[in-house]
């Protein structure tokens, strides 16, 4: 294949076609000629991967710039068809070659994942993959244009989060309402995407094969290590687990703060009426603080952060026009990692940014690995490096503020963890259960979305926001963008309190453990990788009981 020029421009399908079609043309002889194909396709593949992440970055830093958008979505019309369809040609190259036995050990992850995408590539999902982006990126828009008038200022939901601490119940209960107003003006569209998201992604499955969407997913997403019925496992040792403690929790935060019932805008606020956690004020401040925090952990981490700030990588602070949430998205050709977020001063921002940090950091360990398949993760094991990250850092929290704010905020953490693997569970179940029955009514789904809050959720009184709470769901971006992939969170975190279990004995060892499972990238199987750190991966209740008793020890050390 000829040289790609330092400035090639992926973005361009006449710039990439013949690079595409002199692979598909190659002579191939022996197994040498296909590992050279291999590395090939994988270089070529690092200038459209960072071309795509790019636009997608651009895109979701500002929903309402209609250029913008256009960009995105010229190359999700235009150029990602043809992308998937040469895909399939050169998997199939590899894959169906004589001497695809002869290739090194190496490679055997990698054609595992390439014959399960070979198995459910079907020519004709091609335009509904096209639809369905088209309609997550409509979501996206329609989030990011969410704002609010309060204070006497527009405020996007991000900014609002504040509020929902403020000691004052009155001020809560008028941001939450002022919230929940703005949502419901968008409810009925949401929902009729959601619709057509489930048709069109069920037909995806149909098409492929596959009885429904969630058998395809797995298939789509790798899931070799476990099944749809070890979620539904995790699911119940969850509800055994975690929810008694939720409630207890919930009792304690109840009659602590003098309540009849809890009601929506009381669940963030301090249980003693303290004022609200402030760890920063500008976007600079929190962003200097994570560097001391990681320089102090070891000079290796603080200085693989500062490349980032270095590198113009972030898009940290909350604004008007920006998408919701936040993500790490890796530049494959520059081997940087680009952080996005939206940040207005809460301790859940800096949780998130040191989230997404360990994300940062698991791209720049396994960046030396030479193939872009070795360094592209499962997520399973991705998020195994953000959310240990979050816990390993407790003990430099201090950084942003006095012993006992510190301590304050480890406690919200720690007990915040009972109450996510719930919520996990929650969202979890209910992609399960859409799935499985496309073709439900409207009314099937809010009773189902009812059920499983009553199963997981916490002992909340909605009396006036029923119609809000039947489609609170809407609010969780995964069920749109990336369907299925959240019980990854659940299964990671069960990964990262084992790390945190090693670092509380020896922190030295638990950064050794650390670096050795993400300098491996995608070069081995996720039981494997759980193995290189010394990590049991496991749904069972016992296991799960020995780290939340874990959590509860940790919490019994902290002051009230």
Same mark, same amino acid.
């Given at each position: 294949?000829?040289?790609?020029?330092?400035?090639?421009?992926?973005?361009?399908?006449?710039?990439?076609?013949?690079?595409?079609?002199?692979?598909?043309?190659?002579?191939?002889?022996?197994?040498?000629?296909?590992?050279?194909?291999?590395?090939?396709?994988?270089?070529?593949?690092?200038?459209?991967?960072?071309?795509?992440?790019?636009?997608?970055?651009?895109?979701?830093?500002?929903?309402?710039?209609?250029?913008?958008?256009?960009?995105?979505?010229?190359?999700?019309?235009?150029?990602?068809?043809?992308?998937?369809?040469?895909?399939?040609?050169?998997?199939?190259?590899?894959?169906?070659?004589?001497?695809?036995?002869?290739?090194?050990?190496?490679?055997?992850?990698?054609?595992?994942?390439?014959?399960?995408?070979?198995?459910?590539?079907?020519?004709?999902?091609?335009?509904?993959?096209?639809?369905?982006?088209?309609?997550?990126?409509?979501?996206?828009?329609?989030?990011?244009?969410?704002?609010?008038?309060?204070?006497?200022?527009?405020?996007?939901?991000?900014?609002?989060?504040?509020?929902?601490?403020?000691?004052?119940?009155?001020?809560?209960?008028?941001?939450?309402?002022?919230?929940?107003?703005?949502?419901?003006?968008?409810?009925?569209?949401?929902?009729?995407?959601?619709?057509?998201?489930?048709?069109?992604?069920?037909?995806?499955?149909?098409?492929?094969?596959?009885?429904?969407?969630?058998?395809?997913?797995?298939?789509?997403?790798?899931?070799?290590?476990?099944?749809?019925?070890?979620?539904?496992?995790?699911?119940?040792?969850?509800?055994?687990?975690?929810?008694?403690?939720?409630?207890?929790?919930?009792?304690?935060?109840?009659?602590?703060?003098?309540?009849?019932?809890?009601?929506?805008?009381?669940?963030?606020?301090?249980?003693?009426?303290?004022?609200?956690?402030?760890?920063?004020?500008?976007?600079?401040? %929190?962003?200097?603080?994570?560097?001391?925090? &990681? @320089? *102090?952990?070891?000079?290796?981490?603080?200085? !693989?952060?500062? /490349?980032? =700030?270095?590198?113009?990588?972030?898009?940290?602070?909350?604004?008007?026009?920006?998408?919701?949430?936040?993500?790490?998205?890796?530049?494959?050709?520059?081997?940087?990692?680009?952080?996005?977020?939206?940040?207005?001063?809460?301790?859940?921002?800096?949780?998130? %940014?040191?989230?997404?940090?360990?994300?940062? &950091? @698991? *791209?720049?360990?396994?960046?030396?690995?030479? !193939?872009?398949? /070795?360094? =592209?993760?499962?997520?399973?094991?991705?998020?195994?490096?953000?959310?240990?990250?979050?816990?390993?850092?407790?003990?430099?929290?201090?950084?942003?503020?006095?012993?006992?704010?510190?301590?304050?905020?480890?406690?919200?953490?720690?007990?915040?963890?009972?109450?996510?693997?719930?919520?996990?569970?929650?969202?979890?179940?209910?992609?399960?259960?859409?799935?499985?029955?496309?073709?439900?009514?409207?009314?099937?789904?809010?009773?189902?979305?009812?059920?499983?809050?009553?199963?997981?959720?916490?002992?909340?009184?909605?009396?006036?926001?029923?119609?809000?709470?039947?489609?609170?769901?809407?609010?969780?971006?995964?069920?749109?963008?990336?369907?299925?992939?959240?019980?990854?969170?659940?299964?990671?975190?069960?990964?990262?309190?084992?790390?945190?279990?090693?670092?509380?004995?020896?922190?030295?060892?638990?950064?050794?453990?650390?670096?050795?499972?993400?300098?491996?990238?995608?070069?081995?199987?996720?039981?494997?990788?759980?193995?290189?750190?010394?990590?049991?991966?496991?749904?069972?209740?016992?296991?799960?009981?020995?780290?939340?008793?874990?959590?509860?020890?940790?919490?019994?050390?902290?002051?009230?």
């Amino acid at each position: 294949m000829s040289v790609i020029p330092s400035d090639f421009d992926a973005t361009e399908w006449q710039n990439i076609e013949p690079f595409m079609r002199e692979l598909k043309e190659r002579k191939l002889s022996c197994s040498s000629c296909l590992e050279k194909f291999i590395h090939d396709r994988s270089s070529l593949g690092e200038f459209i991967s960072e071309a795509r992440a790019r636009i997608y970055i651009k895109m979701t830093c500002y929903v309402d710039d209609k250029e913008v958008q256009k960009s995105w979505m010229d190359f999700v019309e235009n150029i990602e068809p043809k992308l998937s369809e040469y895909s399939d040609i050169l998997n199939r190259r590899i894959i169906e070659h004589p001497s695809v036995g002869d290739l090194p050990e190496k490679y055997s992850v990698m054609l595992h994942g390439l014959k399960t995408d070979i198995d459910i590539f079907r020519e004709e999902n091609i335009p509904l993959r096209t639809q369905d982006t088209k309609l997550v990126t409509e979501y996206n828009e329609i989030c990011g244009v969410q704002t609010v008038q309060f204070d006497g200022e527009e405020k996007t939901f991000s900014m609002m989060a504040i509020y929902l601490e403020n000691t004052d119940r009155t001020v809560r209960e008028a941001a939450y309402r002022a919230i929940d107003e703005r949502r419901m003006q968008d409810a009925e569209r949401i929902s009729e995407i959601y619709d057509e998201l489930i048709q069109i992604r069920h037909q995806t499955a149909l098409n492929s094969g596959f009885e429904g969407f969630q058998q395809y997913m797995f298939a789509a997403m790798h899931r070799f290590d476990y099944t749809i019925q070890d979620c539904l496992k995790f699911h119940d040792s969850i509800e055994a687990i975690c929810q008694p403690l939720r409630h207890q929790n919930d009792e304690k935060r109840r009659t602590t703060l003098g309540l009849d019932s809890l009601r929506p805008w009381d669940l963030s606020v301090d249980i003693l009426s303290r004022p609200p956690l402030a760890p920063f004020n500008e976007v600079n401040e %929190m962003v200097e603080g994570c560097s001391n925090i &990681f @320089h *102090s952990m070891s000079d290796e981490l603080g200085c !693989l952060f500062d /490349e980032l =700030d270095a590198n113009d990588c972030l898009d940290l602070e909350s604004r008007k026009g920006k998408a919701p949430g936040g993500y790490q998205y890796y530049l494959q050709k520059s081997r940087l990692p680009f952080i996005f977020m939206n940040a207005a001063g809460t301790q859940r921002n800096v949780e998130t %940014m040191i989230h997404e940090a360990g994300h940062a &950091f @698991h *791209s720049f360990f396994s960046g030396h690995l030479e !193939l872009m398949h /070795e360094r =592209d993760a499962p997520i399973e094991f991705a998020e195994v490096a953000s959310m240990s990250m979050e816990l390993m850092t407790h003990p430099q929290w201090e950084e942003f503020y006095n012993p006992e704010e510190a301590n304050r905020a480890r406690r919200d953490h720690l007990e915040g963890i009972i109450s996510f693997l719930p919520w996990m569970a929650t969202i979890d179940s209910f992609q399960h259960w859409i799935y499985a029955n496309p073709g439900h009514t409207r009314e099937e789904r809010i009773s189902k979305w009812l059920e499983i809050g009553e199963r997981f959720g916490a002992k909340i009184d909605f009396e006036g926001f029923e119609e809000s709470r039947i489609v609170s769901w809407q609010r969780q971006g995964h069920l749109f963008g990336v369907p299925f992939y959240y019980v990854e969170y659940g299964i990671a975190q069960l990964g990262a309190l084992q790390m945190w279990q090693f670092h509380r004995r020896d922190e030295s060892d638990a950064l050794c453990r650390y670096k050795a499972g993400l300098s491996l990238g995608y070069t081995k199987g996720l039981t494997d990788l759980f193995d290189a750190s010394g990590l049991k991966f496991s749904f069972e209740q016992e296991h799960l009981e020995n780290l939340i008793n874990e959590v509860n020890t940790a919490l019994d050390e902290l002051p009230a």
